[in-house]
């Protein structure tokens, strides 16, 4: 099992970005993908994830209704739409995934994921 993020780079206050996750050695729709990300000097933080077979997402407080994370099964990669993007979102982005279930109360949990991609930059600035 593998996870390559892309999509990372520098945006301005307000602009948009789409990270992808892309998938090997596994099938997506089986497992459940989380977004994390650590700012600077921060701890690492739950972003957003979705379910697996029928995708149901979740999103911190921070990011709900800037972010969203599709997944689509053809290509085997989820992806992270930032928009109004905030000098505190920068950050290294990370995927996870875990197959199957989480508990909805525990998809915010990194220890809940077993696999993790490497992470992509996202800086934004003011």
């Known amino acids: 099992v593998q996870l390559v993020e892309s999509g990372g780079g520098l945006v301005q206050a307000g602009g948009s970005l789409r990270l992808s996750c892309a998938g090997s050695?596994?099938?997506?729709?089986?497992?459940?993908i989380g977004w994390f990300r650590q700012g600077p000097g921060k701890e690492r933080e739950f972003v957003a994830s979705v379910t697996y077979g029928t995708p149901t997402t979740y999103y911190a407080d921070s990011v709900k209704g800037r972010f969203t994370t599709p997944r689509d099964s053809a290509k085997n990669v989820v992806y992270l739409q930032m928009n109004a993007l905030f000098p505190n979102d920068t950050a290294v982005y990370y995927c996870?995934?875990?197959?199957?279930?989480?508990?909805?109360?525990?998809?915010?949990?990194?220890?809940?994921?077993?696999?993790w991609g490497q992470g992509t930059q996202v800086t934004v600035s003011g």
């Open positions: 050695g596994f099938t997506f729709d089986d497992y459940a």
């Open positions: 996870a995934a875990n197959p199957g279930g989480i508990l909805p109360q525990n998809m915010g949990l990194e220890s809940m994921y077993r696999y």
